[in-house]
């Protein structure tokens, strides 16, 4: 089956400018997570949805970041306007379903390689 | 709150050697725990999961992880390591609705 994809693959811009990464996640999965990535660190999640409703976004500087997964499929983060700070790797995953316990197999999640972005 | 520690930023062993990666949690109810692996420009891949029963767990590329509550941790390990073993290893503890914490992760590399 084919996995979760991710483009582009690198970007790189000047800050105060806007850019887009889009996520495809695998066939099936309800679940979509964005995480970020900063060098040296491990991923910290950005949003999560459900289908095409918002889990968590808790951790989403919703001032310049914001992600839409309209037709509950497909995704896309944008970042308007970019900073320095955002240079990092943006991770996409999915998985199945949601939540633990005894079908929580199913739940594992599947990252894309990523989208490493630079700001300068 | 919920957090991954993993003590060590980077180590190196010899081909052919053991290989004990270190990870300590800390969750305030039952711990669902992960390893995984990122090769450079790739995304994350799963070695293992713990979610409750034998606390020693198998995963794949010939990786295990023993879950220790008294001691919160959740180590990795394996016996001979191989050159291709050399990447960037993550630990995690999985919370409410599927949320991952990640520990910062530990770099191997392999001497030949």
């Known amino acids: 089956e084919a996995g979760v994809a991710q483009s582009p693959r690198y970007k790189i811009i000047e800050k105060r400018q806007s850019v887009a990464f889009w996520c495809n996640p695998i066939?099936?999965?309800?679940?979509l997570y964005w995480y970020q990535q900063i060098l040296g660190q491990g991923p910290k999640l950005l949003i999560q949805?459900?289908?095409?409703?918002?889990v968590d976004d808790s951790q989403l500087p919703k001032d310049r970041f914001s992600a839409e997964r309209l037709k509950g499929v497909d995704s896309t983060l944008k970042i308007q306007p970019a900073k320095l700070e955002d240079s990092a790797v943006y991770l996409c995953?999915?998985?199945?379903?949601?939540?633990w316990g005894a079908g929580a197999y199913n739940n594992e999640q599947f990252f894309g390689p990523g989208t490493r972005l630079t700001v300068l | 709150a919920q957090s991954v520690t993993q003590p060590d930023i980077h180590i190196t062993v010899s081909e052919g050697a053991s290989l004990e990666l270190r990870c300590n949690y800390s969750y305030g109810a039952t711990p669902y725990l992960f390893w995984y692996v990122q090769s450079p420009g790739q995304g994350l891949q799963l070695l293992l999961k713990y979610f409750s029963g034998d606390t020693l767990v198998q995963g794949i590329k010939g990786f295990e992880a023993e879950f220790k509550r008294s001691q919160s941790s959740f180590n990795l390990r394996k016996p001979s390591v191989h050159w291709s073993d050399a990447a960037e290893y993550f630990c995690a503890v999985g919370a409410s609705f599927n949320k991952f914490y990640f520990g910062s992760g530990t770099k191997l590399n392999v001497k030949p």
């Open positions: 995953a999915s998985s199945l379903g949601i939540g």
């Open positions: 949805f459900q289908n095409n409703g918002v």
């Open positions: 066939s099936g999965h309800a679940t």
